[in-house]
């Protein structure tokens, strides 16, 4: 018998060049929007921040006027973020996601309920009212891959640069002061040189933008070409958050980013069988703490003043326990002679914020919401890692001293609590990969 010859190989020259996959368009795009998001977010507190005065203010107060230029750049990013949420549901009208619907009822639910009560009171909604639907829908359209949010990982990052170097080379503009112009310094504080808020209006408010998307950076990819330096961003990005974080001097926000880290690392140290049942034990402490909390503290002065603030806002939902008082309660009250402080701008809890604006379908309504989202966030561990666990982790710890999500408010924490929470609910899974 005659050797079988061996198979020929072609000369390198010769062989046809590798097909490199084509970029997801809607992977694209779904990074598009998230940028988009944040620079509605920041875009105005910035021009606002070195075109008009900003200081500290009490509920019921003059409301600090803004700038044209503020003003401006506000409008033209609404409409912007707005037409460009559009555009994507047009374009994709024809081919919408065969799932997910139920999920997406679950998370408009709550916004529907609000806005309906909002309106039979005769209180209209505001503009920014309209960016939670809107954005959530648009995820939904875009199914992207978790890994398409790791975006807001470079974007936190870059807020922290920005606001330590405000707070460095323009303290005026970046570190928190009174009407007087000087520097308010409150107990808390954890560093000599004052409250750091760069482009935001208080240590509280930039906290809650760093350690709600500091989780992202768990979204980085650091496998494949070029992971060393992905991974050196990454671990600078975290360390930048971590410095301005204790520059906040914002308790909440410095337990909630610690917790979202730890909470990563344990998952990912646990063999693979045990990380749902620590994922869930997880979720459901840190969520019942923000329910319990208020409920179990009697001190007025407790939490800085918050233990007023829980007994006298559950108190009022005694008059009306089912829809509670609409979303506009704490600037209506604050302009009356009323017995809360001039800090009570919301509960400074989201449970207290709930049960007083929505009452208890409000309530329920976002508890579904919450567990559905847990229920994803575990089923996405095997596929994507702990991003989902950790971030709803640590929005539950934020919850428990500030309201750190809202349907219709809260519109400066949209780029990081309504997008993280649309991509758990309508991602895509992922290639599966070890955490």
């Not at 409409?79 to 009208?93: D, E, P, Q, S």
Request: aromatic share 6%; proline share 8%.
């Amino acid at each position: 018998m005659s050797p079988v010859a061996a198979p020929s190989r072609r000369p390198a020259l010769l062989r046809p060049p590798a097909i490199r996959p084509r970029t997801d368009p809607d992977s694209v795009t779904a990074r598009i929007l998230v940028v988009l998001t944040a620079g509605y977010v920041l875009g105005p507190r910035l021009v606002q921040s070195v075109t008009a005065p900003k200081h500290r203010a009490g509920v019921g107060s003059e409301d600090l006027p803004s700038s044209a230029a503020a003003s401006l750049t506000g409008t033209a990013l609404f409409c912007a973020l707005v037409l460009f949420c559009l555009l994507v549901l047009l374009t994709h009208i024809g081919r919408l996601p065969p799932d997910g619907h139920g999920r997406l009822v679950v998370a408009l639910s709550p916004w529907v309920l609000i806005i309906l009560r909002d309106l039979a009171a005769g209180s209209s909604p505001q503009r920014a009212a309209l960016l939670y639907p809107l954005l959530l829908v648009t995820v939904w359209v875009l199914r992207p891959r978790l890994a398409d949010l790791s975006v807001l990982a470079y974007l936190v990052g870059a807020l922290a640069g920005l606001a330590m170097a405000m707070g460095a080379l323009a303290p005026s503009l970046g570190l928190y002061r009174s009407a007087a112009g000087e520097l308010v310094q409150p107990e808390k504080l954890l560093v000599p040189w004052g409250v750091l808020v760069g482009p935001v209006t208080n240590g509280n408010n930039l906290g809650q933008l760093l350690s709600l998307g500091l989780p992202a950076v768990l979204l980085v990819p650091v496998h494949g070409r070029g992971a060393g330096r992905r991974r050196v961003v990454a671990v600078g990005v975290t360390a930048l958050a971590l410095v301005a974080l204790l520059w906040t001097a914002s308790r909440s926000s410095i337990l909630a980013a610690v917790g979202a880290l730890v909470t990563a690392a344990v998952l990912t140290l646990l063999a693979p069988r045990l990380r749902p049942a620590a994922a869930a034990a997880a979720m459901i402490v840190t969520t019942s703490a923000v329910v319990a909390l208020p409920l179990i503290t009697s001190g007025p002065t407790t939490f800085s003043n918050r233990g007023q603030i829980w007994a006298l806002s559950l108190a009022s939902v005694e008059s009306s326990p089912l829809v509670g008082h609409g979303s506009g309660y704490y600037g209506e009250v604050g302009r009356l002679v009323n017995p809360l402080p001039s800090t009570a701008y919301h509960g400074h809890n989201e449970f207290v914020q709930i049960v007083v604006t929505g009452g208890v379908a409000f309530l329920a309504l976002i508890g579904l919401l919450v567990v559905v989202a847990g229920v994803r966030a575990i089923r996405q561990l095997r596929t994507d890692g702990p991003f989902g666990v950790a971030f709803l982790t640590a929005l539950a710890v934020s919850c428990t001293l500030e309201v750190s999500f809202g349907v219709v408010d809260r519109g400066f924490l949209l780029a990081v609590t309504v997008l993280p929470l649309g991509w758990i609910l309508f991602a895509r899974p992922g290639p599966g990969r070890r955490t």
